[in-house]
């Protein structure tokens, strides 16, 4: 079972989030499942893998950033520091802010969702179990400078197209602003997962075009233990559009989990 709601951030502008439960909510247990840069809450890896943790016993909400999809808010919104306060506003909003007390509190994204959610893991101590999954280091790395910061400065926006979800032939166009990369230099995903003391799952795929399994393995290097690292097989970074590759990655989600009893 799941509902949709609206969650105030710290301005005030409201996140479109939908929240799945568990059929037994007597394990008390939080996920909080983070789409990548500029992806969808709805897309199928992230409701997917929400609607795998109910199964577990995770009350699991995922949702979209400010100034992205359904939730409030300009594109000139949208930051990685405004990202961070989105996911504490969620945060804040299931815990009730100290009145509802979960045993167990896990954090999981894709790509930029993983970035985002190593560096909130990082800062927030309740987190017991962090997923990153196919998330690169930064957001520009010195392979791709030239042609991302340094094009996207010269021309002041980057224009990103979406796929609509359960429609991968329409898409919505994102005119994100410079000042996205400016705001990301502030973030270094090997010193942010080496604050980490709970275990992490570094999670790559075979056929990622995106994020190498270099980069990948750096960041399981810096990782304290207990740690793991799983290169998926035959899949690439947007293995979201395979509802079998979706459900192979969430297994090996659901095995991480079980092994280390978040």
């Known amino acids: 079972m799941h509902e949709d709601v609206f969650i105030k951030n710290n301005r005030g502008l409201k996140l479109s989030a939908t929240v799945h439960h568990s059929a037994n909510k007597s394990y008390r247990k939080l996920a909080l499942i983070l789409p990548g840069f500029l992806d969808s809450k709805d897309y199928l890896n992230i409701s997917g893998l929400s609607n795998s943790l109910t199964e577990l016993g995770y009350t699991a909400v995922r ?34 802010n100290g009145k509802v007390e979960y045993k167990k509190i896990l954090i999981a994204g894709h790509s930029l969702g993983g970035m985002m959610s190593i560096i909130y893991s990082a800062r927030n101590k309740s987190i017991g179990g962090t997923i990153a999954i196919m998330s690169p280091q930064k957001l520009v790395r010195t392979e791709n400078f ?9 021309e002041k926006i980057k224009i990103s197209k979406r ?55 750096e960041v399981y290097l810096k990782a304290n233990r207990p740690k793991q690292f799983i290169v998926v097989k035959g899949i690439g970074h947007d293995y979201r559009f395979s509802n079998k590759e979706v459900k192979l990655v969430n297994k090996y989600i659901s095995d991480f989990i079980i092994k280390y009893n978040l």
């Not at 994102?174 to 705001?183: C, G, L, N, S, T």
């Not at 010193?191 to 190498?212: F, M, N, Q, W, Y």
């Open 63 to 96: 949702f979209n950033p400010s100034g992205t999809w359904d939730s409030e808010g300009k594109i000139e919104d949208y930051s990685m520091t405004q990202y961070l306060e989105d996911i504490k506003s969620v945060y804040n909003f299931m815990v009730k």
């Open 146 to 154: 030239e042609e991302r910061a340094v094009k996207w400065k010269k």
């Open 163 to 217: 796929d609509i979800p359960n429609n991968k032939d329409k898409f919505v166009e994102f005119k994100v602003p410079f000042v996205f990369v400016e705001d990301s230099f502030k973030y270094d995903i090997l010193v942010e997962v080496s604050k980490i003391r709970k275990p992490v799952l570094i999670l790559a795929g075979e056929l990622d075009s995106h994020i190498s399994l270099k980069q990948a393995k």
